[in-house]
């Protein structure tokens, strides 16, 4: 079946260490996404990727990094630099313009950092 | 600036029709999203509005004018599962689009 998998559903750190959030997609799609949500707020827009190899900050990129290697799979870590990791984090696909502008989601990466 | 308004609450009795507000000031628009998310998990695409007007699918309706920057999604025939949060999204720029979502309207249907 096509999809977006992350891993794991949940995640617990401890502060002052760096943590790694898997996001795969097989659906063959161009870009990937990673949006953060916290309570009571609209998701907001971590980092995006439009193509293999290159990638752009978003709204709130500060403490975060991703690399985009293979066009299936968009990791995202989070340094100990982020003030306020805890969040539910979310990873998402879309096609090339043209074939559709909607974006696939991942069921998403609970983050607890104590 | 950049701001999506949305109610943060609603209740509604089963059966029943509810229409869930959302007006938008962005420096682009190249369309509307609607997407439900139950709690905890995914969002799930709902609609997509680009020109003015009404679109229906099913139970689900939602309706856009950009003069106004205004749209809303219509849910007849409410049902217990259309309990969830439900998101508006406006794409900023063509292409590769690049969304700004409000902070969701949580629908509680009752019996």
């Known amino acids: 079946d096509g999809g ?9 750190r401890k502060e002052g260490q760096n943590v790694t959030l898997s996001c795969e997609q097989n659906l063959n799609h161009d870009a990937m996404y990673w949006y953060r949500q916290d309570p009571g707020q609209g998701l907001r827009l971590i980092y995006y990727s439009q193509i293999v190899n290159d ?5 709130i990129a500060e403490g975060y990094s991703v690399s985009r290697e293979k066009k299936e799979s968009f990791p995202l870590t989070v340094t100990s630099a982020q003030k306020n990791p805890t969040a539910f984090y979310l990873c998402a696909s879309s096609p090339r313009p043209g074939q559709g502008p909607e974006q696939y989601f991942g069921p998403g ?3 607890t950092v104590t | 600036g950049q701001n999506i308004d949305q109610p943060t609450e609603m209740t509604a009795t089963e059966g029943a029709i509810v229409q869930i507000n959302c007006t938008y000031q962005t420096s682009g628009f190249n369309g509307l999203f609607w997407y439900q998310q139950h709690a905890g998990e995914a969002p799930t695409f709902l609609s997509y509005n680009v020109l003015d007007g009404l679109e229906e699918k099913g139970r689900f309706s939602s309706f856009l004018s950009r003069s106004k920057g205004y749209s809303y999604l219509l849910l007849k025939e409410l049902q217990m599962k259309d309990s969830a949060s439900y998101l508006c999204a406006v794409i900023r720029e063509r292409g590769y689009n690049k969304l700004i979502f409000g902070a969701g309207t949580r629908l509680a249907v009752h019996p």
């Open chain 1, 4 to 12: 977006i998998t992350q891993s794991p559903k949940y995640l617990f």
């Open chain 1, 109 to 111: 990466t609970r983050l």
């Open chain 1, 55 to 59: 990638f752009q900050k978003g709204d």
